[in-house]
């Protein structure tokens, strides 16, 4: 099924662009309109995808109590390679620069207001913390909504395991697959909204500026998980004097599945047993480390939400310092984290925080069918990252294990 997904979003791609080419007034007009409702959807779903997934998330993992030394390991070093990640992303868009559509693009549907384009430093700051618990709801307002969301797991986490803590978490899990379902079916009928949107971009700007543009987005992105994949994470492995090139041989199999499925969960199996019968970890470590992070270990997810984030702000005008910068740094990664069970994760979670701030999310459409080969790479990127947080967990308590 995902492999005709992905034939019918690049065949809604080029329709779209088709349509475009065309710039027939009437067709513009309704592609126009249909861009504006995807945009609609996105937006109504927004707020409710980042808040139940970061709190379902941190209310199931807040509570393992028994195993806190190991617990706590894994969520240091899953917290350090993922700002790892996020960090290389960030120094390789300030490098390579990805250059701006056209205004006549991002500006004619954008609904960023001059206060959010001149957001201070000191204005991120305050809006994190919220005056009124209805508010940052009703706005939209990301951080203050990762802040409520980060409190409200961890408390649920720290109440004792009786029938109110049980009734607070179903009600949870069933808004959260009530959500996904939603979800689902924004998704199957995503090839009409790929459609407008490339048709929409696609009368406005000539190729040659979208490819390069895009091009060096993707760069981008494909560099940044590189880098974290060859470099940063065996920098992690050598600081534990673990030799990366033996460790990457053992687990392998398990860095080549998650390639081709694009699934941590679905690789988890072969990623433990590779751990343990090839790598020599600990089964009490592996069962209990790979999969805390293969819930929580998004090493690419926080690139990609970042360099995205940062992509389609610039090309809404939205003013890019670097403090502003550092704070979607944070969200990206704590946004990561929260990421468990979402459907098509990463994507659909940078579309939420995009559409959440009211940013014109028309390059999203363009990005989806690229997003296919980019989730590939991301997810061996996770696998290798899970591996490795495991290995370090395995060598810091060996002589406890």
Same mark, same amino acid.
């Given at each position: 099924m995902k492999k005709y997904q992905i034939i019918l979003w690049f065949l809604a791609l080029a329709i779209g662009v088709g349509i475009g080419l065309l710039n027939?007034?009437?067709?513009?007009?309704?592609?126009?309109?249909?861009?504006?409702?995807?945009?609609?959807?996105?937006?109504l779903l927004a707020v409710p995808t980042i808040v139940l997934a970061v709190i379902s998330t941190l209310a199931t993992l807040g509570g393992s109590r028994e195993t806190g030394k190991l617990f706590r390991t894994t969520i240091t070093y899953t917290l350090l390679t993922t700002f790892a990640a996020a960090a290389?992303?960030?120094?390789?868009?300030?490098?390579?620069?990805?250059?701006?559509?056209p205004p006549s693009v991002t500006g004619a549907e954008s609904t960023v207001t001059d206060d959010i384009r001149n957001f201070s430093y000191s204005d991120h700051l305050m809006s994190i913390i919220p005056d009124n618990i209805v508010k940052p709801f009703l706005d939209g307002?990301?951080?203050?909504?990762?802040?409520?969301?980060?409190?409200?797991?961890?408390a649920i986490s720290k109440m004792p395991d009786n029938e109110p803590r049980r009734v607070i978490l179903n009600g949870i899990n069933g808004l959260q697959e009530l959500l996904f379902m939603l979800i689902r079916w924004l998704i199957a009928i995503l090839p009409v909204g790929i459609v407008a949107f490339a048709a929409q971009?696609?009368?406005?700007?000539?190729?040659?500026? %979208? $490819?390069?543009? @895009?091009?060096?987005? /993707? =760069?981008?992105?494909? &560099?940044?998980?590189?880098?974290?994949?060859?470099?940063?994470?065996?920098?992690?492995?050598?600081?534990?004097?673990?030799?990366?090139?033996?460790?990457?041989?053992?687990?392998?199999?398990?860095?080549?599945?998650?390639?081709?499925?694009?699934?941590?969960?679905?690789?988890?199996?072969?990623?433990?047993?590779?751990?343990?019968?090839?790598?020599?970890?600990?089964?009490?470590?592996?069962?209990?480390?790979?999969?805390?992070?293969t819930t929580v270990n998004m090493n690419?997810?926080?690139?990609?939400?970042?360099?995205?984030?940062?992509?389609?702000?610039?090309?809404?005008?939205?003013?890019?310092?670097?403090?502003? %910068? $550092?704070?979607? @740094?944070?969200?990206? /990664? =704590?946004?990561?984290? &929260?990421?468990?069970g979402v459907p098509m994760g990463c994507y659909f979670l940078t579309l939420s925080l995009m559409a959440g701030i009211g940013a014109d999310i028309s390059i999203m459409g363009i990005i989806l069918?690229?997003?296919?080969?980019?989730?590939?790479?991301?997810?061996?990127?996770?696998?290798?990252s899970d591996s490795c947080v495991c290995a370090i967990c395995n060598k810091k308590l060996e002589p406890h294990s």
């Amino acid at each position: 099924m995902k492999k005709y997904q992905i034939i019918l979003w690049f065949l809604a791609l080029a329709i779209g662009v088709g349509i475009g080419l065309l710039n027939i007034p009437w067709l513009n007009t309704a592609m126009n309109f249909i861009a504006t409702v995807f945009t609609r959807l996105f937006r109504l779903l927004a707020v409710p995808t980042i808040v139940l997934a970061v709190i379902s998330t941190l209310a199931t993992l807040g509570g393992s109590r028994e195993t806190g030394k190991l617990f706590r390991t894994t969520i240091t070093y899953t917290l350090l390679t993922t700002f790892a990640a996020a960090a290389v992303a960030l120094l390789l868009y300030l490098w390579i620069a990805p250059g701006n559509l056209p205004p006549s693009v991002t500006g004619a549907e954008s609904t960023v207001t001059d206060d959010i384009r001149n957001f201070s430093y000191s204005d991120h700051l305050m809006s994190i913390i919220p005056d009124n618990i209805v508010k940052p709801f009703l706005d939209g307002n990301v951080l203050a909504l990762l802040l409520l969301c980060f409190a409200a797991g961890i408390a649920i986490s720290k109440m004792p395991d009786n029938e109110p803590r049980r009734v607070i978490l179903n009600g949870i899990n069933g808004l959260q697959e009530l959500l996904f379902m939603l979800i689902r079916w924004l998704i199957a009928i995503l090839p009409v909204g790929i459609v407008a949107f490339a048709a929409q971009l696609t009368a406005e700007v000539g190729g040659g500026i %979208m $490819l390069d543009s @895009l091009g060096k987005y /993707v =760069l981008v992105i494909i &560099g940044g998980n590189c880098l974290q994949f060859f470099v940063i994470l065996p920098i992690f492995l050598l600081s534990k004097k673990i030799n990366p090139l033996t460790y990457f041989r053992a687990m392998a199999p398990a860095v080549m599945m998650a390639l081709f499925t694009k699934s941590s969960a679905a690789t988890l199996p072969v990623t433990m047993e590779n751990a343990e019968s090839r790598a020599k970890v600990n089964p009490k470590i592996s069962r209990f480390v790979l999969p805390i992070c293969t819930t929580v270990n998004m090493n690419g997810c926080a690139a990609f939400i970042l360099v995205t984030s940062l992509f389609v702000m610039q090309n809404n005008g939205i003013a890019l310092t670097v403090p502003s %910068m $550092l704070v979607w @740094l944070l969200v990206a /990664v =704590l946004s990561a984290v &929260g990421n468990a069970g979402v459907p098509m994760g990463c994507y659909f979670l940078t579309l939420s925080l995009m559409a959440g701030i009211g940013a014109d999310i028309s390059i999203m459409g363009i990005i989806l069918p690229i997003y296919t080969i980019i989730d590939m790479i991301e997810t061996a990127e996770n696998v290798w990252s899970d591996s490795c947080v495991c290995a370090i967990c395995n060598k810091k308590l060996e002589p406890h294990s």
